[in-house]
Nanobody
C-alpha cells in the first residue's frame, strides 16, 4: 500500500515563500513521474509541476520562474519550493506519483495567499 502525505501549506502574504513536501510510504520506490497539482474553489484540478525519475522538470506557465520542483529518490520525497507567491496561487495542493500506469494521490494541503 502506498500513502502520500503532504505538508508545508499555510497562510502567507503575497510575495512570501512556502515549501511543500510530500513523503511517500509503502513498497514502491523509483516512481516514474512525481508531480504537484492544485485545485482552487470552483476550478478543475490543475497540473503545476512534474519531475521525472531522471530529473526532467516541467511547469505550468503561470509558475515558471517562481516554483521549483525537486525529488529525493533515496528518501522517496518530492518537494515544491514556491517563491513570490500571488493570491491566484491560493488552492489545495496535491502530491502525485505515478508508477507504471498507476497514479497515487495525497490528501492535499491548503495554500492561501493574501493580498
Amino acid at each position: 500500500q502506498v500513502q502520500l502525505r503532504e505538508s508545508g501549506g499555510g497562510l502567507v502574504q503575497a510575495g512570501a515563500s512556502l515549501r511543500l513536501s510530500c513523503a511517500i510510504s509503502g513498497t514502491i520506490f523509483n516512481f516514474n513521474t512525481m508531480a504537484w497539482y492544485r485545485q482552487a474553489p470552483g476550478n478543475q484540478r490543475e497540473l503545476v509541476a512534474t519531475i521525472t525519475n531522471g530529473g526532467t522538470t516541467n511547469y505550468v506557465d503561470s509558475v515558471k520562474g517562481r516554483f521549483t520542483i525537486s525529488r529525493d529518490n533515496a528518501k522517496n520525497t518530492v518537494s515544491l519550493q514556491m517563491n513570490s507567491l500571488k493570491p491566484e496561487d491560493t488552492a489545495v495542493y496535491y502530491c502525485n506519483a505515478v508508477y507504471i500506469v498507476t497514479s497515487y494521490w495525497g490528501q492535499g494541503t491548503q495554500v492561501t495567499v493574501s493580498s
